[in-house]
């Protein structure tokens, strides 16, 4: 699943996905894959069939570091391809 842009700080991260069905963090699952010299997070839809098609604008889901199992300062790679985000007038 493409996402639009990830944000760290100290209250943790922030993950940018298309609008689509999945509106709420309920809709989506993070899978952390311990590894050095880097953890790697990847983010996706928990249904089977996705979310169907990305609608305009996004949903910004936040993830606290303790719940992803991430340390403050501890880097990791994001998993998921980026993806530019749609103009919207």
Do not use: W
Not at 34 to 47: D, G, N
């Amino acid at each position: 699943m493409p996402v639009y842009g990830v944000t760290v700080s100290v209250a943790g991260v922030t993950v940018r996905v298309p609008a689509s069905a999945c509106t709420r963090k309920s809709d989506f699952t993070a899978a952390v894959l311990r590894r050095e010299p880097q953890s790697m997070v990847l983010f996706a839809p928990r249904h089977a069939q996705g979310c169907g098609a990305a609608g305009p604008g996004h949903v910004d889901l936040i993830y606290g570091l303790e719940e992803l199992g991430l340390k403050p300062g501890e880097g990791f790679i994001l998993g998921n391809p980026l993806a530019a985000e749609p103009y919207v007038k």
